[in-house]
């Protein structure tokens, strides 16, 4: 994937990245994707419980 961004837009992420402890904006961008990533799994895992009756079958809490 490639992201364009202006030069205004690169160093505040330049920026952040190096606050964060980053060694560069890829590696900030890699990690909070998959950051990210984790946390829909754990929210998406959160709206499913099993019914054991149904043997077992994931039915949302909804």
Known sequence: MQIT???QQSQILESLS???GYSSIEEAIDTDLLLL???IM???SARFTRIP???GANTPKD
């Open 18 to 20: 190096q606050q964060g």
């Open 42 to 44: 754990q929210q998406s």
């Open 5 to 7: 961004l202006s030069s």
């Open 53 to 55: 009756s149904l043997g």
């Open 37 to 39: 990533a984790d946390e």
